[in-house]
Nanobody, 113 residues
Framework: QVQLVESGGGLVQPGGSLRLSCVAS????????LNWYRQTPGKERELVAA????????IYADSVRGRFTISRDNAKNTAYLQMNNLKPEDAAVYYC??????RGQGTQVAVSS
């Protein structure tokens, strides 16, 4: 079964950090680019970060550049999103996706004091 499963979300204070994980099963993540998105009610989905299938090519939304880092461990068939200096406006459901393959169910991130 082709699947992506996210974990690592939670409640954090402003300025805090979280690391989200995205574990792939049923296919080799190393063959595909991977995207992290976030969505909040009433807003359009936002592409937060993306990483190419090979090499270290990455892109970030302006709103997270310098604070978030996307990475992958192909040996573990897993991708990560390290989120530092979190702000209240980063609160959202974060999910990972591989274009034309599948997307995960998402993990909730809340940022509040």
């Amino acid at each position: 079964q082709v699947q992506l499963v996210e974990s690592g979300g939670g409640l954090v204070q402003p300025g805090g950090s979280l690391r989200l994980s995205c574990v792939a099963s049923g296919f080799s993540l190393s063959s595909y680019a991977l995207n992290w998105y976030r969505q909040t009610p009433g807003k359009e989905r936002e592409l937060v970060a993306a990483i190419a299938s090979f090499g270290d090519n990455t892109i970030y939304a302006d709103s997270v550049r310098g604070r978030f880092t996307i990475s992958r461990d192909n040996a573990k068939n897993t991708a990560y999103l390290q989120m530092n200096n979190l702000k209240p406006e980063d609160a959202a459901v974060y999910y990972c996706a591989v274009a034309r393959i599948t997307r995960g169910q998402g993990t909730q991130v809340a940022v509040s004091s």
